[in-house]
């Protein structure tokens, strides 16, 4: 199964930080129930340059209390597909060249994930402190991928340590706000670095809940090795997730956001880059010196172009004499020098000779 989609996507699986990062379309219910339609969002998110399309496996009345939560029951009945609709759906993400992976609700849905064979298992935000649950997923031996919004950080670290006792080797924790859509102020993007620091030994991603790209641009350029996102055919269709989704022209400019990010970053050493000329100041006389005289610090300036000797490297030139005339303004070689000779002070009066 894991032979379809990306190198992202295989290297993430395996545990690895991915070559580049994996942008995730979220299907979520915004097929509205219909597998054809669900379709078309798979169709859109390849079309889109999405690496991955990931699906909702639920069973409604596992996930919300029948007394308390009608009215969120009805909706998700009416959102839910069947077992050979998902199949057909995972099918067809293959056979268009993405990878495909499911968030799991409940354990009825996580034996079903089973069974779709998916390699890649979600928990939502909302699982964070359902230990029974991270417990299940985490005895599967499946990477996992978990999101923490509305989370503090300890309950972070209870969940991990719980994945961590059941089984889960491979482990990528999702910075998230848990609001459809959540206000600018308070995407707290900074938490993707801490997640890095407090768990060196699991990737870190970002789930997507803002309008536009500009997050998840910025949550790439902290160091986020996965982007997820909802996608839509229409912002304003009826449902629970389109407004807050992007539809497919704004998660091409996502894609097209975070591949751009990805160039910009480069890497950790810091050089001149082949795009750059030769910058800074050079070594100049500061006004006519003869051939044969002991160069000192008042006989130099330091001006434009940096090709010759820096200001940095003026004691390989102090003190040595001359080998031919140089002009005012003129760049001081190296070469323009006597070789393997030194003075310490103006040349020495001929012997016989009266000092002056």
Known sequence: MVGHGCSSFHELIAGQEP???????????NHNGSASRAMRLVDEARRAGADAVKLQLFVPGELCSRRHRADELRMLESLRLGEQDHLTIVEH??????????????????AQALRLGLPLLKLGSGEVTHAPLLAAAARTGLPIVLSTGASELHEVRCAVRTLRQSGAARLTLLHCVSAYPPPDNELNLRAITVLGDEFPDCLVGFSDHSLGSDAAAAAVALGACMIEKHLTLHCGDDG???????????FAELVRSVRRVERMLGTEVKRRMPCEPVIGRSAVAARFLPEGHVLRPEDLAFRRPGRGVRPCDVRQLLGRRLARAIQDDELIEATDLREAESAAGPPSAPPGSAAR
């Open 19 to 29: 070559s580049r990062c994996l942008v995730v379309a979220e299907l979520g219910v």
């Open 93 to 110: 993400a293959r056979s268009a060249g993405l990878s495909v992976f499911a968030t799991v609700f409940d354990e009825p849905s996580l």
């Open 240 to 250: 629970p997730d389109h407004a807050a989704s992007a539809d497919p022209a704004a």
